[in-house]
């Protein structure tokens, strides 16, 4: 049988089933565009979530904790204050290094306001942990030294928190109300900085300093220490001086000391993130099974429904292979089209999703 003659009873018999080739289109147009979509869309959320986590840390920043991993916990005595003065002063790998102290669902409002008060993250720190974070102020100024030794009641708003107390700015030099503590603001940092931090748990963080914040939170737990090392290449080092001059302080202490870098934390989010995407995106490809199954039914009612077609055929001259020819040609088509549609549907459904969820669509080949 010669290619014409099979491309013109391929189109000629589909045409003749309008519907049913229609159908089964859809089928393998639907599977497609739903691995393509999801695919995209998890491929450009992890690309934005690793790029905001890049902007918030340097690259020679690291942290030390417990090991949660074992269920281990912080006390007030695992980390201390002095902790940070000694650690800086003996270790040469180590350039700035923040303790810090959080506390989740702290109430914020103006005062006299009469509105519903906001619900927020505060963290309680020092200067330092400008340099390991990537936190530009759009107004006014990060606490200083003096304030943490004071103790004074100043705080940092989150750009977005700032605006949601603020309405028509001017944030800086006004009083709220922490926990129905007076507290004055002395500065707000840019929104693209914290957009990040805000998302996550969908609570807005305010910066106070550490000895503020275990006042007004009555403890002395500091969760962890994070710091930057003086280059990339020190970062390994600073961890492990960090780890041993902790042990030496506390050695009755029944936790362990541990660390990890900036960029052993976003690798091991890519990988989760990775695994998360193609977990995804197998799922999605069910869809695309069953449009493939969809395509096998169809033909085979079809063989089934032609079988005086195949015979008249046969008694032409067509060979066996010349009849599983036509029909295959005919299943071909009916996933070239239909993937031709699925892909415009996907890449289309990808785009529109990640321009309502604000990052780009990673279509991959």
């Known amino acids: 049988m010669r290619l014409s003659d099979l491309v013109q009873l391929?189109?000629?018999?589909?045409?003749?089933?309008?519907?049913?080739?229609?159908?089964t289109t859809l089928g393998i147009?639907?599977?497609?565009?739903a691995v393509i979509a999801v695919v995209a869309?998890?491929?450009?959320?992890?690309?934005?979530?690793?790029?905001?986590?890049?902007?918030?840390?340097?690259?020679?920043?690291?942290?030390?904790?417990?090991d949660w991993m074992r269920g281990e916990a912080p006390t007030a005595s695992t980390f201390t204050l002095q902790d940070v003065t000694v650690i800086k002063e003996l270790s040469p790998a180590v350039d700035k290094l923040a303790p810090v102290t959080s506390g989740m669902f702290v109430n914020i409002r103006r005062p006299q306001s009469g509105a519903k008060p906001f619900l927020c993250h505060i963290l309680g720190t020092t200067p330092d942990l400008?340099?390991?974070?990537?936190?530009?102020?759009?107004?006014?100024r990060f606490f200083s030294e003096a304030d943490v030794a004071?103790?004074?009641?100043?705080?940092?708003?989150?750009?977005?928190?700032?605006?949601?107390?603020?309405?028509?700015?001017?944030?800086?030099?006004?009083?709220?109300?922490?926990?129905?503590?007076?507290?004055?603001?002395?500065?707000?940092?840019?929104?693209?900085?914290?957009?990040?931090?805000?998302?996550m748990g969908g609570q807005k963080y305010v910066f106070a300093p550490i000895t503020f914040v275990h006042d007004l939170l009555n403890t002395k737990v500091i969760e962890e220490l994070d710091g930057t090392a003086v280059t990339e290449e020190a970062v390994g080092q600073a961890i492990?001086?960090?780890?041993?001059?902790?042990?030496?302080?506390?050695?009755?202490?029944?936790?362990?000391?541990?660390?990890?870098?900036?960029?052993?934390?976003?690798?091991?989010?890519?990988k989760v993130t990775g695994v998360m995407t193609l977990i995804i995106g197998a799922v999605a490809a069910?869809?695309?099974?069953?449009?493939?199954?969809?395509?096998?039914?169809?033909?085979?009612?079809?063989?089934?429904?032609?079988?005086?077609e195949v015979g008249l055929l046969m008694s032409?001259?067509?060979?066996?292979?010349?009849?599983?020819?036509q029909f295959l040609a005919e299943a071909v088509a009916l996933c070239l089209v239909g993937g031709a549609f699925g892909l415009l549907l996907g890449a289309g459904g990808a785009m529109v999703i990640a321009h309502f969820a604000k990052w780009p669509p990673l279509i991959s080949l």
């Open 150 to 199: 004071g103790h004074r009641r100043v705080v940092v708003l989150e750009g977005s928190l700032a605006e949601n107390l603020f309405p028509k700015g001017n944030a800086v030099g006004k009083q709220v109300l922490l926990r129905d503590v007076p507290v004055t603001v002395i500065g707000v940092t840019e929104k693209q900085t914290a957009g990040l931090l805000g998302a």
């Open 10 to 23: 391929t189109i000629g018999n589909l045409a003749a089933h309008r519907l049913r080739a229609l159908l």
């Open 240 to 270: 492990a001086d960090c780890t041993k001059i902790l042990e030496r302080r506390h050695p009755s202490t029944e936790v362990s000391y541990t660390g990890m870098s900036m960029e052993e934390g976003l690798a091991i989010l890519g």
């Open 29 to 33: 147009a639907i599977g497609i565009a």
């Open 316 to 325: 032409i001259g067509a060979r066996r292979r010349d009849i599983l020819r």
């Open 41 to 66: 869309i998890g491929q450009g959320g992890r690309a934005v979530l690793l790029a905001e986590l890049e902007k918030l840390g340097s690259k020679q920043a690291f942290n030390i904790t417990v």
């Open 286 to 308: 069910i869809a695309l099974v069953v449009g493939g199954v969809g395509v096998m039914n169809i033909m085979l009612v079809a063989v089934t429904e032609r079988t005086r």
């Open 130 to 140: 400008t340099a390991v974070m990537n936190m530009p102020l759009e107004e006014g």
